[in-house]
């Protein structure tokens, strides 16, 4: 597609359950960026991967939280063992320029996550 | 650390200017500076972006002065769309890890 595609759009869990957030990126774009944004403060750095390389993990908050992007495209963001501070929206982004990056980030709409 | 100071919000009328400025002492000498909007329920989006003096786009400017310890976004004659947070970004440490502050709610009045 012509931008960065999240799903599901909405995701409401039970405190406890795993869930499992997915990002297409822009076709070919190498950086790949995942933030959590809570009601009304700014997006949250998590983690961050070159190609397939999760180069920055120290943005997740605990061991709960995963992140992969085996073949260096699509990149599935896994939350273990849901609690309700989990709860936010979660954006992905992606970038064309590499490790420096000093280029533009496109978003997506991002993935609404309540945990009951 | 790159660490980027805002105000928290700003009030404006339809078809006034609006310069935003952040602060960014501890700027590395290759960072750029960017700056992006986020509209509620939406992901950021792009404005401009600068290294030094002046760039110009179609929807704002960026002021980036000499000693580039801050920089300000300048929407002209905003409208009542232009209500939204803006955020300005460095880069962290050049690693590739950029760091949203607080924003500035931008709030356009009738």
């Known amino acids: 597609g012509a931008g960065v595609s999240q799903s599901p759009r909405y995701k409401v869990a039970k405190r406890g359950q795993d869930v499992a957030l997915r990002c297409d990126p822009i076709?070919?774009?190498?950086?790949l960026f995942w933030y959590q944004q809570a009601l009304g403060q700014g997006p949250e750095f998590l983690t961050y991967?070159?190609?397939?390389?999760?180069?920055?993990k120290s943005g997740l908050p605990s061991d709960r939280f995963f992140a992969e992007r085996p073949e260096g495209s699509v990149s599935t963001l896994k939350i273990q063992r849901t609690q309700q501070e989990d709860s936010a929206v979660y954006l992905c982004?992606?970038?064309?320029?590499?490790?420096?990056?000093?280029?533009?980030?496109?978003f997506g709409e991002g993935s609404r996550l309540t945990v009951l | 650390l790159a660490k980027t100071t805002q105000p928290i919000s700003m009030d404006s009328y339809e078809g006034q200017e609006v310069n935003i400025t952040c602060s960014h002492n501890?700027?590395?000498?290759?960072?750029?500076i960017t700056w992006y909007q986020q509209f509620p329920s939406q992901g950021p989006r792009f404005i401009i972006q600068?290294?030094?003096t002046k760039v110009t786009n179609e929807v704002a400017s960026l002021f980036i002065p000499a000693d580039r310890k801050s920089s300000t976004l300048s929407l002209p004659r905003v409208s009542l769309s232009d209500t939204a947070v803006y955020y300005c970004?460095?880069?962290?440490?050049?690693?590739?890890?950029?760091?949203f502050g607080q924003g500035t709610e931008l709030s356009v009045k009738p």
């Open positions: 982004a992606s970038s064309s320029l590499g490790h420096k990056n000093t280029g533009e980030l496109f």
């Open positions: 991967f070159q190609n397939e390389a999760q180069l920055d």
């Open positions: 501890n700027i590395a000498t290759n960072d750029y």
């Open positions: 076709s070919g774009h190498v950086s």
């Open positions: 600068g290294y030094k």
């Open positions: 970004l460095v880069p962290f440490n050049q690693g590739g890890k950029l760091i």
